[in-house]
């Protein structure tokens, strides 16, 4: 914790430790929050296989009936959901307001929550984290908790964010005319989706990159609908997808790694081909779904404007050699027939799978 963070709470907020039992209150609920804990089994939606969990840091939600002091499941899109937080005997959905702070280890370490009328905001700092087996563990934390009308509560915790080892694999793809379906297995962790807010946020090492080796699937310097996005890996590394050809109906990126922050280094990954394809430097990732806490890469060439053809592929971010990232081909599936029956890319003919 800073300077700042700790002369700014120790202003507003006075330190608490959880209660006994199940409950986490102060001794006058009319001045106090009344933070209560809960299990996964009051999860009405139940425990999703990626999520940011926070339980009392003397507690085990494996083994304790009553652990929990925040949690919120991560969608397919590797966006969060509504958290779930217990005031006395009220459950709050909390939406997630802002992330940031100086990464550790690749995670953001401050988050910021509140209920839609803002009456109840939590805020969480990080201060121990490691990433394990595809998840990131939550070694210390401190939750705050503000209700209006009531003094703040703060409590020590631990947690996880991401997907855990047993949880890594996605719902089956499903299958048509192939008979295979099942879970895909998870890559390197990829962080929160930063938008850029100008091409000029670039750097120079990418454009120079994809104007030497891209230019032939790339539209370098032509327009385009956004600037780009960046993510943190971790400490060593930023991935960056940067805009590449934009069609009558679907656009293309390029993704690119370079050092964090970026200095005079940077790296294009390629796209590699199924076995029998000839080529493996494609570049251009068509319509492109980052699966951030999956470490996956969606991608889906549509044959035509009717998206009723296509090629859909699947990638994982993985450790490749020389302490380089680069991208590794898990699924393919391709539509020749343009039928006007326009079904999910993730039902499309099986072609390739490599797990």
């Not at 539209?219 to 890996?233: E, H, L, S, T």
Request: overall charge negative; aromatic content about 10%.
């Amino acid at each position: 914790m800073n300077v700042f963070t700790r002369v700014f709470w120790s202003a507003v907020s006075l330190t608490l430790g959880l209660g006994v039992a199940h409950t986490a209150f102060a001794e006058d609920e009319d001045v106090e929050v009344a933070l209560k804990l809960f299990g996964k089994q009051d999860i009405e939606q139940g425990i999703a296989k990626c999520r940011f969990s926070i339980w009392q840091h003397n507690r085990n939600p494996d083994i304790d009936r009553y652990a929990y002091l925040l949690h919120s499941n991560i969608g397919d899109d590797g966006l969060p959901g509504p958290a779930r937080l217990k005031i006395g005997k009220k459950v709050y959905s909390l939406y997630e307001l802002v992330q940031g702070g100086e990464p550790i280890d690749g995670l953001a370490s401050h988050y910021l929550y509140a209920s839609e009328d803002r009456k109840v905001r939590v805020h969480i700092e990080l201060e121990d984290v490691n990433l394990q087996a595809g998840e990131f563990v939550i070694g210390k934390a401190d939750l705050t908790v503000f209700q209006k009308g009531k003094v703040p509560f703060v409590a020590n915790a631990k947690g996880v964010s991401g997907c855990s080892a047993e949880n890594t694999a996605v719902a089956g793809s499903g299958s048509s005319g192939s008979g295979v379906s099942g879970g895909l297995p998870a890559g390197i962790p990829i962080g929160k989706e930063n938008y850029l807010n100008d091409s000029s946020e670039v750097p120079y090492a990418l454009i120079q990159l994809m104007q030497d080796y891209a230019s032939d699937d790339c539209d370098v310097g032509g327009y385009a609908p956004w600037a780009g996005a960046n993510y943190v890996i971790n400490e060593n590394y930023l991935l960056w997808q940067l805009p590449c050809f934009s069609g009558a109906y679907q656009a293309s990126g390029v993704f690119a790694v370079t050092q964090n922050p970026p200095q005079d280094w940077g790296e294009l990954l390629t796209l590699p081909n199924p076995p029998g394809l000839e080529g493996n430097q494609n570049y251009g990732a068509m319509n492109a779904d980052v699966l951030g806490p999956k470490g996956l890469i969606r991608t889906t060439a549509f044959g035509r404007g009717a998206g009723d053809c296509g090629v859909y592929q699947v990638f994982r971010l993985t450790d490749g050699p020389g302490e380089v990232l680069e991208l590794e081909l898990l699924e393919y599936r391709e539509k020749i027939d343009c039928d006007g029956n326009a079904t999910e890319p993730e039902s499309w003919p099986l072609a390739y799978q490599s797990y």
